[in-house]
């Protein structure tokens, strides 16, 4: 495995030695896993904006949306717990 150097300001290497201690890790480690969080973050950041850009892509092409009343309503059924229809896109009226 390559090796990677970082510096650290002294207060942030004792804040990290403490935080580490705190979760039963090594510094090493604790740094690693931090690092591995804020990759995977970013990855589902990325892929959450590329679905985004496609779906508004589609609906500037195709004129079609979801009114809010019905987006709501589905929503809140699934917070209930209840399984509702997923509401159809639509071109809005008028």
């Known amino acids: ?7 650290l300001e002294d207060d942030l ?3 990290v030695a403490a935080a580490a201690e705190r979760a039963g890790k090594t510094a090493h480690a604790f ?3 931090a690092i591995a969080r804020t990759v995977e973050q970013d990855e589902l950041d990325d ?3 590329r679905v985004a850009d496609e779906r ?5 092409a195709t004129g079609e949306s979801v009114p809010w009343e019905h987006a ?3 929503l809140q059924a699934r917070a209930r717990g209840e399984h509702p229809r997923r509401p ?3 071109r809005p009226e008028g």
Do not use: S
């Not at 495995?1 to 970082?6: A, K, L, R």
């Open 1 to 7: 495995m390559p090796t990677t150097t970082i510096r």
């Open 31 to 33: 740094m690693l896993d």
């Open 88 to 90: 159809a896109a639509r």
């Open 13 to 15: 290497k004792g804040r």
């Open 72 to 74: 709501r309503g589905y």
């Open 47 to 49: 892929q959450l904006h």
């Open 56 to 60: 508004w892509a589609t609906m500037v």
